[in-house]
């Protein structure tokens, strides 16, 4: 039987040796022997010549799950928001997820953005959701605010991890109607 190689790469080696010394158990060998066997395995004399050669890694972002878990509760299973949040933090990530839903490049009038977010949102509050989103920079408008614009900017991984449910809740809503 032929071996198949299949790759692994690690965006933290050292949570990787956390991860391995908690599943051996309580007769685990220490955090550093772990992460010398594990530079080793992958052909480095030990963890120095490892961390020498590859230098800090930069860290990797991941979403706040309990933060994705509050903004989605905002969203029925449609992907429609329902609430409005009293929590800033909240609000701000339920903002990325209609952000995200506005058209890039494309400029609207008060009216055509305001029902664009009357049909993301059962709460019909379009002038509050044009502010914040103004305020947070994710939207800009002209000074006699008839036009409106997305502004493109790069969300964090709690705010993409949002959009991405959102959007899934939207998609699964249209196939289902769809049928």
Same mark, same amino acid.
């Given at each position: 039987?032929?071996?198949?190689?299949?790759?692994?790469?690690?965006?933290?080696? $050292?949570? *990787?040796?956390? %991860?391995?010394?908690?599943?051996?158990?309580?007769?685990?060998?220490?955090?550093? &022997?772990?992460?010398?066997?594990?530079?080793?395995?992958?052909?480095?004399?030990? *963890?120095?010549?490892?961390?020498?050669?590859?230098?800090?890694?930069?860290?990797?972002?991941?979403?706040?799950?309990?933060?994705? $878990?509050?903004?989605?509760?905002?969203?029925? =299973?449609?992907?429609?928001? +329902?609430?409005?949040?009293?929590?800033?933090?909240?609000?701000?990530?339920?903002?990325?997820?209609?952000?995200?839903?506005?058209?890039?490049? +494309?400029?609207?009038?008060?009216?055509?953005?305001? =029902?664009?977010?009357?049909?993301? &949102?059962?709460?019909? =509050?379009? %002038?509050?959701?044009?502010?914040?989103?103004?305020?947070?920079?994710?939207?800009?408008? +002209?000074? =006699?605010?008839?036009?409106?614009?997305?502004?493109?900017? +790069?969300?964090?991984?709690? %705010?993409?991890?949002?959009?991405?449910?959102?959007?899934?809740?939207?998609?699964?809503?249209?196939? &289902?109607?769809?049928?």
């Amino acid at each position: 039987m032929t071996r198949e190689p299949i790759s692994l790469t690690l965006p933290d080696v $050292s949570a *990787f040796a956390r %991860a391995l010394k908690s599943d051996l158990g309580p007769d685990a060998p220490p955090h550093q &022997t772990l992460l010398n066997a594990i530079a080793r395995a992958g052909g480095y004399r030990n *963890f120095q010549h490892l961390h020498a050669i590859h230098g800090p890694a930069t860290p990797v972002e991941t979403p706040e799950g309990r933060a994705v $878990s509050r903004a989605l509760a905002r969203f029925d =299973d449609a992907g429609v928001m +329902t609430s409005w949040s009293t929590k800033r933090k909240v609000r701000q990530h339920c903002l990325w997820a209609l952000w995200a839903q506005v058209p890039a490049r +494309t400029v609207f009038t008060e009216r055509q953005i305001s =029902d664009l977010f009357d049909e993301m &949102t059962t709460f019909r =509050d379009p %002038a509050q959701i044009r502010r914040s989103l103004i305020e947070d920079g994710l939207l800009t408008r +002209t000074l =006699d605010g008839s036009e409106y614009t997305r502004v493109e900017v +790069t969300p964090d991984a709690t %705010a993409r991890e949002v959009i991405r449910a959102v959007g899934k809740r939207r998609a699964l809503a249209k196939q &289902t109607t769809a049928q």
